[in-house]
């Protein structure tokens, strides 16, 4: 397999596409205004954020495989990478596309960089609900960076009415049945996670897939399922946009979810959870309906799996010849402290997504979506979560996805001394229910 920060000598700054560079540096700008990689000629701040490299014993320098897949072009990457391809294919639940869009259209740049963009914009003028779009765009990342890019079948997102399908070539660095929990992540591309991370569209701490699943719990929604196709060398994340039968508890869903076999098995057997005696009878019933939900979510990847193997032999878009490069899998293990100590909280800290309201999720919508905003714009959405409720501060964390220090020091403290929030409990600062209150005499006033 190919690292993506091996530098490609022959290919130099023509390689480009220019316009992208420019909308990368624009939205680079804006999410860090005082940086001084800002003032920087192209090369060098392309340097700066691993999408230019350099042979120090040789003094060549040349485009990163990073860089080539951020912002190049489709024609020139496929030069390097012949099985590289892109998709977004949506239906009305027949068999003709409504809208469709690929890598080779020819129409624009065909990198995963104007690609994320096109599809966030699809998603979020399609998706009312803020939380829902995050979330889709949360897993659209996930697949763009953990794709193995040398691998057959391309990188595919497919909409129906009633779900979301994301497949890319390469499988799971970490077990599957940890995905939705895990809290370190093993990078298969760690420049490309770089450069969009320096953007705040991610981050390294394995956290995404764990916060996607919280809030499709939120809503209500079928647990996600994840397929590993051994075979294809392929992993599928379906999302499904229908609501469970019976609200249970998130301990319930995780006990009863569907795993996945790596040794070949695209499923652990679910019936062996059925088997276990109960003693509850309605407990019973729900696992009968659930076996049948992760059923029919499982023959739906099948059949899914299926058709992107018969949809990409049928269009002849790659060439199986080329065997230029070595396949051997090499995961990235980079020390990842720093940026896991947020998640050592213990379990009196965390936050039980099923007690947090729908109307909260979206109100914060914005500040998890923009890692940097102005104190004014995290202090009004602050103050329009408490009109709601009162909220602890461990709350406040989960639903604007900062540090619960960095919340308290840098806005609530400002806000409780501007008379704007008062405290719950005010003789108590230390009470263990202790919470903020929006101060409606602060209106009155």
Not at 190 to 195: F, M
Not at 278 to 294: H, Q
Request: charged share 25%.
């Amino acid at each position: 397999m190919l690292q993506d920060n091996l530098i490609l000598e022959h290919y130099g700054l023509n390689e480009l596409n220019f316009d992208t560079i420019k909308s990368y540096r624009d939205r680079f700008a804006e999410v860090k205004p005082a940086h001084p990689w800002n003032a920087l000629e192209t090369k060098e701040f392309l340097y700066k954020v691993g999408a230019w490299g350099k042979v120090r014993d040789t003094h060549k320098e040349g485009v990163t495989l990073a860089g080539l897949l951020l912002f190049s072009e489709e024609r020139i990457i496929t030069e390097v990478l012949p099985q590289y391809f892109l998709e977004y294919r949506e239906s009305k639940g027949n068999e003709e596309w409504t809208e469709r869009f690929t890598s080779q259209d020819g129409t624009w740049s065909g990198n995963i960089f104007d690609f994320y963009f096109h599809i966030h914009e699809i998603v979020r003028n399609s998706e009312p609900q803020p939380s829902i779009a995050s979330s889709l765009t949360e897993v659209l990342i996930n697949m763009l960076i953990h794709a193995d890019y040398n691998g057959e079948g391309g990188v595919i997102l497919e909409k129906q009415p009633s779900h979301y399908v994301f497949s890319n070539p390469g499988l799971l660095l970490v077990p599957t049945d940890s995905v939705f929990s895990n809290t370190v992540s093993q990078l298969r591309n760690p420049n490309i996670v770089k450069l969009f991370s320096l953007l705040g569209l991610c981050e390294r701490s394995g956290s995404g897939l764990k916060k996607v699943k919280q809030n499709w719990n939120l809503h209500h929604y079928k647990t996600p399922v994840i397929d590993q196709d051994v075979s294809m060398h392929r992993t599928v994340v379906m999302l499904s946009l229908s609501t469970q039968e019976r609200q249970v508890s998130s301990s319930e869903k995780d006990t009863y979810n569907t795993s996945i076999d790596d040794s070949g098995n695209n499923f652990k057997d679910v019936e062996k959870y059925q088997n276990t005696p109960k003693n509850d009878v309605e407990t019973d019933s729900y696992n009968k309906n659930e076996y049948s939900c992760n059923k029919e979510l499982i023959e739906e990847l099948k059949s899914y799996n299926n058709d992107v193997y018969s949809f990409n032999k049928e269009g002849n878009y790659y060439n199986k010849e080329s065997n230029l490069y070595n396949n051997d899998i090499n995961s990235y293990n980079n020390n990842h402290n720093s940026c896991n100590n947020e998640q050592g909280e213990n379990s009196s800290n965390l936050v039980n997504a099923e007690n947090i309201d729908t109307k909260l999720w979206d109100i914060a919508a914005l500040a998890r979506e923009k890692k940097r905003l102005s104190p004014n714009q995290m202090e009004h959405i602050i103050l329009e979560l408490c009109k709601e409720k009162p909220l602890m501060l461990k709350e406040f964390a989960y639903l604007l996805e900062r540090t619960p220090d960095g919340v308290r020091n840098n806005y609530l403290t400002k806000l409780l001394r501007k008379g704007q929030l008062q405290l719950k409990y005010p003789n108590q600062p230390n009470h263990p229910k202790q919470a903020y209150l929006f101060n409606k005499k602060d209106i009155e006033k």
